[in-house]
């Protein structure tokens, strides 16, 4: 007989221990069926949450709530409790969770009414607001497995830098979030705790690798959310749920003392990751971004850049935006191209200038992004999965092999090749007619809308301001309608392979298009590299002008 | 008959291009004979320069140059043509240019002139001042050969961004100046060019690598110069020859588009240099900075930082500075602990608050950079010698040799371990006492005088301002007296071999010491990470307490 690979008990126990911190009363009697697609009024028909918990979550961003606990509406446990029974609901219906923290979080929450009270005080910014994060994260006393065996039962001795200045500011910690194997697939799937569904649709992708954070969010199960980004895993997860999300540039939050599957100093010759935050509205990813900035991170993670939130840049006349409609490597499919152009004309009728930009070297960032995800030859995260005999994933077994890692010399070349594409991809910033600075583009974040389950189409439009270390976030616009569904590719030759996989996602003999419908049409915002309080603004400005924010709150 | 190796021609011929391009006029009736030791006072007994020329380059500052040149005080041909001619008196008697650019110039300075006339306005904040720059930079039409033959001859096409930036500002660039071979030795030396020498005191060194802008400052043959540092090359050529210098974070000053013998990326998986002013006046340093600064160099250069002048820190409250007297590695010899001790109590009774600083992991800088500095294991400047036969030159000959290039696995253990050395060098900052943040510490510049030619022993303090990053930079105290000759070294054990060869800069046994009477005694201040105006403010701040700029300047 043969003996089951380790990972496999290893995974089994991971999951009862999560199962085991669950309160049983907050177990929905039954599931839905498999067929129900679109789960998110589940919460308020389980009888789970009372009317007052059904109001925290539904009617607040994170910035309302942290008013009303200061203007004692609610307290802090109330806003606690309401928000762990509804993640654990969004646990039961969408996967998106991996470690639960409950009973620490209702003694923070307990400590900081008592401390409002005594003192008149608030601890912070974020006092009493339920903040998740993704499973990177370390919290003392709990596990950051993100999904790998052989990481299990690895209970974290100190917090990541981010998490203590989180604390700092007030906010309460009560769960982390599912991610994908390795942290390099687009769908968040893994053996240890499984698939993340999109609570919107669980037939397409809740996109990753902070896809357990998007679904999360998208139950409203967090009010705001934390994850990280090195390819586009803040930004894919937030269109695929919805929601907006930022990935600021690598000098701005703390990403330090994460688990992500790499050694310590190799992010320094590659590529850096960034954290950033994942919410239901501008405010409260700037909540989030102010918040961290002022508390002067730079004085304890020595990557980060000196600066304030006011010194991160601004608009600073009147605003001058661009758009950029293609990267020149994937053609965005038709309803992508439509929500782009809309967006720009809406802006335009509304007064702010939008000019086309012609980003001739956007093509090669792609490409020498690659080259940079594969220093190392995935060596060190094959190595972690075989510790446990634990097979990639589907998604990942025809995409990720154990190769030789990248020489010196290839490392030189490819560093000479990005600092010369970064010089070029700065003259995208310039109005070359009037000698403007551009205060921040928009652009696809995907050539596709949100796609069926392991089917999202290459990261060009994400990975580039990675490699470029731009601030860049995605902004939900409307909801995919039926008149989308009409829009055909023309007859032109692909551009490439990944072009030909993207069209596959549109022609009718490799695609139901309408698993489309009901699912939401995204853009992007970029701005200049350190400029993350331009890029806010700029983002704020095109919700305003597209009255998202408001409604989306007032409907919510 | 032995073939002559190729760089022997090479070397006769680009110095006889050198002393082609220098006015017969200009040249000194007869050399002063090698006993001269202090050779500053030729220009003055010259007579080559003019009663208006020997004040235009004695009483001036290039602030005070610029407000002259506004105020029709002087023409900018007048200034330029004065230290033209100064500077090639400095060349004879010590040997500190390379590229000779003064028929450019003058058409420029006309130009300039004009300019003014016509429109009544300035080019720039420089405008009419003529900068001096290191050999590395890059002139269109000139060599930037940094004294290596087969680099000879090979004029630049494009402008290092830099000197585009000074142009910008109304700057007149009319001369480079020398290095050492390989830029990697403190002694500035090399084949082509042969040895700078110290115009103070010809038996002791000039430094380097940035050794032919500080012996030209000191010449006054230019009022502000420019000079590069990756381990301490603007800031020890600054002690050597008794003037202001300051080394930048690299995210500044653009320091894109020069020739340092090495290949375009490798920066960026090593250390990363800074290029920064070498000048006799504080303010001086800062109108540099902040010239360079306020022109916007991030919309250029890729690797900049966003963030104007005043954007780069500054002093918040009352000041808190610190002071490190050691570095744990080599013991500063008594007058320089005497000079550092001096500056401190001086600071004290004046009302500044100095606090003694402990950092017990300043020692483990010293090495790591060294291993930053041999990921190549020097192949690019080995290939570079031996394409024309060149030999290293003495100092050199023992020191470097090549070897085979790091690792991927040594490369990121030493990224690794660098983050970890940063983030407890950070601890540096805090008064742990009160929880202020120090606004800058100051130290020694080197654990020994300014040595004779070719002993300069140890970097330690000057690299780890590189490895970390920090702004940091060269205040002139005052002059090493009769009395500083007292003092013993104590009876214990050398720290190490560092240590032991520094001891010898002291003991009777090894050393004259008489050769140290007149050098000049410095300190070196360093401030916070990318505080490059918090720097600048602290040690104007001790200057202005020691009351040296104002005295200085009224004495030249």
Redesign the interface.
Known sequence: MALEPPWKAIAARKQAERLSRIPKSWLLSSLPPSSTLDVRSIPRSSGILTPLELGITENNDATSLSAAIRARKYTAVQVTTAFCKRAVIAQQVCNCLTEILFSGALERARYLDSYYEKTGKTVGPLHGVPISLKDTFKIKGYDSSIGIASLAFKPATENSLLVDILLEAGAVLYCKTNVPQTLMALDSDNNVFGRVLNPRNRKVTAGGSSGGEGALVAMRGSVLGVGTDVGGSIRIPAMCNGLYGIKPGS?RVPY?GQENGT????S??GLMASAGPIAGSMRDCELLLRTVSNARP??????L???LWE???GIERKPLLGVIRTDGLITPLPPVAKVLDETVQKLRKSGVEVIEIDAPEFKKCQSLANSFFG??GANHVFDLLEATKEPLTGWLSTRLRRKT?????K?????????QL??E??KL??DHKTGR?IDAFICPVAPHPVPPIDRWNGVSYTSSFVL?DYPAGTLPIRDFKEEDLRGELDNSKPLGSWDKINRELWDAKTIDRNVYLGTKLSVQVVA????ERRLVQAMSLIDEVLQNDRSRQAKL
Chains 1, 2 share one sequence.
């Open positions: 000098m330090v050694r310590e100093g190799a320094k010759i730079w004085e304890r993670d020595p990557s850049a000196y600066g010194d991160q840049g220093i190392d890692p990248m020489g010196l010399d490392l030189v070349e490819i560093h000479a090749k990005k600092v970064e010089t991809m700065l910033w310039k600075t470029l200049p590299k350190m400029q």
